[in-house]
């Protein structure tokens, strides 16, 4: 396994130019994957730059890069700020997040986020962490599975869906993915499968990796790690992950609402560069599929903000 296994970097050109790179200046990649993002960061740093970048799942590592200006750090990026300060890395002058699954972890049967290959029902970005897919279906009730898919999946008869599982689990725990689509079959829309499955997948993956809570806390450090005027470039492949990110930059929180202070001055850590998320362009979809859903965000620290160390 190598970075080509991995996926293409999604609108790198875009995301790469967002961030202004500063030849001397530190940049983060909290999302290193295949490490494409990464090396087209280090192309535009001098002797002097410096790229730290976060992933938690064990197999990036052997798409290390070995350049004395990098850093690979195996950790979720929620713990951006406490690594950044182990480091002495604070301020960095930019971060970038490419949100979502790499080819690479679904094209792995032994990961189970495919739906389409046999393997164990996982959905485990880092393998250490206790709780698996399998363990939410066979353990949680009715009402808390229903919660979820409906919440993070979007699944519109989530409720069905939850009782057809604590039924089925009662005659058999579940354990594979095709164990757990066949036994699920009633609750499946015809001629739209795929669809359905990927919904309820996502929903899966996002309550086993706590995908949106980690994603809160990492934007939340952002605002402390970044320094006035640096850039934070951020990709995202759904409408929970985008309305996070669209909210974090316009009010600073996750609700959107702006607070204001005193004197009626809005209180806005950052200011959108982009106005409305940029997509790829038709040229890129067609070679790569898995950008067709991408939305890409990026804003600027405003000076007026300090950076807490």
Do not use: W
């Amino acid at each position: 396994m190598n970075s080509k296994d991995y996926h293409k970097p999604v609108m790198l050109r875009e995301s790469i130019e967002g961030l202004e790179t500063n030849p001397d200046g530190i940049y983060v990649d909290v999302t290193f994957g295949g490490g494409g993002h990464a090396r087209a960061i280090l192309e535009r740093l001098s002797e002097n730059g410096k790229l730290y970048a976060f992933d938690q799942d064990p197999d990036s590592q052997a798409n290390q890069i070995e350049d004395h200006r990098f850093k690979l750090i195996q950790s979720n990026f929620r713990y951006l700020k406490n690594y950044l300060r182990y480091y002495d890395a604070l301020p960095v002058d930019g971060i970038l997040a490419d949100l979502g699954v790499s080819s690479y972890q679904f094209d792995n049967p032994g990961k189970g986020f495919s739906i389409r290959k046999e393997g164990p029902l996982d959905l485990r970005m880092n393998p250490e962490e206790e709780e698996s897919a399998a363990d939410i279906v066979n353990g949680y009730d009715s009402q808390q599975l229903k919660t979820i898919f409906k919440a993070y999946g979007e699944v519109q008869n989530a409720g069905y869906l939850a009782k057809i599982i604590t039924l089925q689990r009662q005659q058999q725990p579940f354990t594979t993915t095709s164990d757990f689509i066949s036994r699920i079959s009633k609750a499946i829309p015809r001629k739209k499968e795929n669809q359905y499955l990927a919904q309820v997948f996502q929903a899966l993956r996002i309550e086993v990796n706590q995908e949106l809570e980690a994603l809160k806390a990492m934007l939340s450090q952002t605002n402390e790690v970044l320094k006035p005027g640096g850039r934070l470039v951020v990709i995202a492949y759904h409408s929970l992950e985008d309305r996070l990110v669209k909210n974090f930059i316009k009010a600073g929180n996750f609700g959107g609402d702006v607070e204001k202070d005193f004197y009626g001055h809005a209180i806005t850590p950052f200011t959108a560069i982009t106005r409305k998320p940029l997509k790829a362009q038709e040229e890129e979809v067609k070679e790569n599929n898995r950008s067709r859903s991408a939305r890409l965000r990026i804003a600027e620290k405003n000076h007026r903000y300090g950076t807490k160390e």
